[in-house]
């Protein structure tokens, strides 16, 4: 496997905590604890505006498959809806009161996920914009959400070092999965939907099986906290990103590590935590603390 820095992009004044691609092909958005979140150009690789301001640290970005909107979740608890046709920020959707940490679509029940260092996952009407229900996940914060790739099942990272299961058609409990020593950071499905990652502040990357819930794997994947994993789209491999300032490429289905990309291994690659990843086709976007967005082609 072979990895190589394709661009760089720099502009942002503060580090950067959330990355998504847009719906419109070669459009990347990215935020953090500046004072407005930013759209680039991956095509012509440069700047193309500050799409709106925000008021705290945005901690999410989600862009709704087949609807003209970009969801953006707040340390303030603040989320607030983008109209790309009205190219403005619609509405706000107050319910949390303490921060945002990640936002999910669910495109077949035309629903709405927002997990919340409240310990709870709103859900919204995508159309109408209003409230649902509240699921009361945990007394402590829930970090991340990951949905199976048949739609069926959503796996919840929480600060009580849990990964929590639930059903997506009803909201019921499925598993509380057991075996990190720190907090849950991040939660994936693999490509197939046969397992459930998850990583987390204690640096591990456990496997577990989606029939069972019993853990498959521990892999001892980084050297300090992993704040993301992110599932290639159409290959078997997922990608990690770690405070320790690395990004490594694993197998979906055999686990093996197959690149590490750091600046240890002569990679230009960030020199503070890495925090957040995109996969556009075979391109990997990273994003963290040292302000950077790095885009590295990667050869399969």
Sequence with gaps: MEAKLAFELSGHQNPIFAASLSQKPGILFTAGNDKGLVEWSLAKQQFIKVMFPVRASVYA??????????????????VLVFNFIEQKVVMQLRHHT??????????????????????????????KLNLLHVLKVSADTVRSIAISPDNKLMALGCRDNIVRIYHTEDYS???????????????????????ILSGARDAQIKIWDVNTFEPVKNIPAHLFAINHIMQHPTRPYFASASMDKSIK????????????????????????????????????????????????????
Aim: contains cysteine; charged residues 25%.
């Design 61 to 78: 970005i989600c862009c709704p498959e087949g609807l003209p909107l970009m969801i953006t979740g707040l340390r303030s608890g603040e």
């Design 98 to 127: 303490k921060s945002v940490f990640d936002i999910k679509y669910l495109a077949h029940k035309k629903e709405l996920l927002i997990a919340s260092e409240d310990g709870t996952v709103s859900i919204w009407d995508i159309n």
């Design 173 to 195: 409990s499925v598993a509380e999965l057991t075996g990190h020593t720190m907090a849950v950071f991040t939660t994936e499905f693999n490509n197939t939907g046969q397992y």
């Design 249 to 300: 490429i694993w197998g979906s289905d055999d686990f093996k590590l197959y690149k590490i990309i750091s600046r240890e291994k002569g990679y230009p690659s960030h020199h503070l935590s890495v925090n957040k990843l995109a996969w556009n086709g075979d391109q990997l976007i990273s994003v963290g603390d040292d302000k950077l967005v790095k885009v590295w082609d990667i050869g399969f």
